[in-house]
């Protein structure tokens, strides 16, 4: 009896649907904890190190690392550190504008918050991409050496059933090897965004 109980109970949970596989996923020089199900693709963003999806479920996640000095120059090479601060919030005003001009965002919030001590502002949004009603989640994360940018996105009729996850992938992310010093200024960082 009790074993076809835990049959029952095993096979409600799985078609359910609320046991999810992850897997650590390291890319150049940090890591995403990423669903199995999700498939290794290169066709969603040239700019993007980590690309995966899995076009069944409607469920895709993008992450891309830039160089802190890397970028400073080339907004002081176009112009553009006249518009945009070469610091953290010019990064995020810089990309959100790129954003809004790609996609008419609706229902949006922003949130300030930490992931993993690092500062990052995580924007959730609804847009529309030709017919499709996309949910987005976006999280633009202040690392020591590097910004990065996450971008999560599935059907809006799929929200409910991915937004967890969808925060379990943005929230597992890791710089890899973090030297001392390294440490210390994203402990320096940390304190100036908590103050």
Same mark, same amino acid.
């Given at each position: 009896?009790?074993k ?5 109970? /095993?096979?409600?949970l799985?078609?359910?649907?609320s ?7 390291? %890319?150049n020089?940090f &890591? ?13 963003? @040239? &700019? ?6 899995n !076009?069944?479920k ?18 002081? @090479?176009?112009?553009?550190d006249?518009? $945009? ?10 990309l959100?504008?790129? =954003?809004?001009?790609?996609i008419?965002?609706?229902?949006e /919030?922003?949130?300030?918050?930490l ?6 502002k ?6 529309? %991409? ?5 949910f987005?989640?976006v999280?633009? !994360? @202040?690392?020591?050496?590097? $910004?990065?940018?996450?971008? &999560?996105?599935? =059907? =809006? ?17 890791? %710089? ?16 100036e965004? =908590?103050?």
């Amino acid at each position: 009896m009790k074993k076809i109980v835990f049959l029952i109970l /095993t096979h409600i949970l799985i078609s359910c649907g609320s046991f999810e596989n992850f897997e650590t996923i390291g %890319v150049n020089n940090f &890591s995403l904890d990423l669903p199995t199900y999700l498939s290794k693709t290169t066709n969603l963003n @040239n &700019s993007a190190s980590l690309q995966y999806q899995n !076009v069944f479920k409607e469920l895709y996640i993008i992450a891309i690392d830039e160089d802190k000095n890397e970028l400073g120059k080339a907004l002081h @090479n176009n112009g553009l550190d006249k518009i $945009y601060s070469n610091d953290f919030n010019g990064y995020v005003d810089l990309l959100k504008i790129g =954003l809004e001009n790609d996609i008419e965002m609706e229902n949006e /919030t922003v949130k300030d918050t930490l992931i993993n001590g690092l500062q990052t502002k995580l924007i959730k949004f609804e847009g529309k %991409v030709e017919t499709y009603n996309v949910f987005y989640a976006v999280a633009y !994360v @202040n690392g020591v050496d590097n $910004y990065y940018q996450i971008m &999560s996105w599935t =059907l =809006l009729d799929k929200k409910e059933e991915y937004e967890t996850t969808i925060d379990k992938m943005i929230f597992s992310f890791k %710089v890899k090897n973090m030297k001392k010093e390294s440490k210390k200024k994203a402990q320096k960082n940390k304190k100036e965004f =908590l103050k």
